[in-house]
């Protein structure tokens, strides 16, 4: 078989519902135009936007669009040009991984050009083949791929069941029996938020089983990072355990809205992961512009509460009259509020109904999320409030959602399937007026 006929015939797990409800454009690479906030529009229409990252409302701050484009104007894009250890270095870089760094409570930071690929090399970078992985269950895509780069042969790394303290002491056991026997080390790695569930990860009792085992944390803190704890240094804060935690990772694309991630460390560790990433070693240096704009969003979120205060009332808001609805929201203990959908005998065709009709006719849009997504027999709609929206948003959301849970239990979505995403929904009138 030619390679790109097999291509061609396969979009994979993901791409393939995309092309079974002709959903490209729609449900997957929709594009939302106009100002980033919470009022957007698609395909024409104006929807209230439920689906951005922008956790703390900094994307669209007119104090950081005025330094963003400042810092544009006068460095332009191109400059540092290199990579970090070659011709890309400069003093505001060092400058933001020092306030970083302290913010965090670690010695030293290490800034990564991006997110998913940098947690990956940092993986890669600090185990070899003697070494030993323990990980949760449900962590995100790029610290599997991170896993996947490690040198050991895949018996050697262990899969602990979700947020399950248990079953990691029982696989801390088998590692360290592996360790011993090659001479080599163990890296616990986990979340501090899920980014699908909303859960917190038990981060205090991991940290407390080092009195017992000898292991280093890596922990993924991307949406807990400028909004969990009291300072917002995120999930170890909250829970009191930063300083168990070795590896500090968070990336720059959720609360500070941009490009860019870093991880925090004792400075030797920093040192030697500056020498040994090879996504850093070999990439061109984080543009200075994302430099300046890093350190102002830092700034401000560290000098001001206001923005987390904000996105926290809209979240309890939110969350509580989800709740109040019936609807089944999980355990999110963050912003991150998932809303899982049961008993579908439509299955995905039945939700990406119901989806167009949030969409199309009450005008609020968020994500539907499906296997490989989250784990196979789930399906959800996501909902990610931020410090943006008002709390007459929240009450028109919630209203829509009222009428979606009446539809539900009338099975108006079963029965009004579309296996297309249409130019308009295609909804009788008797429905649309309920």
């Not at 040994?276 to 430099?291: F, G, H, W």
């Not at 009332?313 to 963050?334: H, K, Y």
């Not at 167009?356 to 490989?372: A, Q, T, W």
């Not at 931020?386 to 979606?404: Q, R």
Request: aromatic residues 10%; negative net charge.
């Amino acid at each position: 078989m030619d390679l790109f006929e097999k291509l061609r015939n396969n979009l994979g797990p993901i791409g393939s519902p995309a092309r079974e409800f002709n959903g490209h454009h729609y449900f997957a690479f929709p594009k939302l135009e106009g100002e980033l906030g919470p009022r957007m529009r698609f395909r024409g229409k104006e929807v209230l936007n439920w689906s951005l990252n922008n956790y703390l409302g900094l994307g669209n701050h007119p104090e950081i669009r005025k330094v963003d484009a400042e810092a544009a104007e006068q460095w332009g894009l191109a400059y540092p040009m290199g990579a970090r250890m070659m011709s890309g270095n400069s003093d505001l870089h060092e400058q933001f991984e020092k306030e970083l760094a302290e913010f965090v409570g670690k010695e030293d930071a290490f800034l990564l050009n991006y997110g998913y690929q940098g947690v990956m090399s940092a993986i890669e970078a600090v185990v070899d083949h003697r070494d030993v992985i323990v990980y949760d269950a449900e962590c995100h895509a790029c610290l599997i791929d991170g896993i996947r780069l490690h040198k050991a042969k895949m018996g050697e790394y262990y899969k602990f069941n979700h947020n399950d303290i248990p079953s990691l002491e029982k696989n801390l056991q088998r590692a360290t029996k592996v360790a011993a026997e090659k001479g080599g080390s163990i890296l616990v790695i986990t979340e501090g938020v899920f980014g699908m569930s909303g859960k917190v990860g038990s981060l205090d009792q991991i940290v407390a089983l080092k009195e017992k085992y000898d292991f280093r944390l890596l922990v993924d803190d991307a949406h807990g990072f400028g909004t969990m704890g009291a300072t917002g240094a995120g999930v170890g804060e909250m829970l009191g355990c930063q300083d168990g935690i070795d590896l500090y990772f968070s990336t720059f694309a959720k609360s500070m809205a941009a490009i860019g991630a870093f991880i925090a460390a004792d400075h030797d560790i920093i040192m030697y992961l500056k020498y040994n990433m090879r996504s850093q070693t070999y990439a061109k240096a984080l543009p200075m512009p994302y430099v300046v704009g890093g350190l102002k969003r830092l700034d401000m979120i560290r000098n001001s509460s206001a923005f987390r205060d904000k996105l926290w009332e809209n979240v309890r808001a939110l969350q509580s009259g989800l709740r109040e609805r019936g609807f089944d929201i999980g355990d999110t203990q963050s912003p991150v509020t998932p809303v899982f959908l049961h008993n579908l005998d439509g299955g995905v065709a039945e939700v990406a109904t119901l989806t167009k009709d949030l969409r199309e006719n009450m005008g609020v849009f968020c994500s539907i999320v499906v296997y490989p997504v989250v784990p196979k027999g789930t399906i959800m709609l996501r909902i990610i409030p931020t410090a943006a929206h008002t709390l007459d948003d929240v009450e028109y959301t919630l209203n829509a959602f009222s009428l979606v849970g009446e539809r539900l239990e009338k099975g108006y979505y079963k029965q009004n399937i579309a296996f297309a995403a249409p130019k308009t929904l295609e909804v009788s009138a008797e429905a649309s007026t309920e």
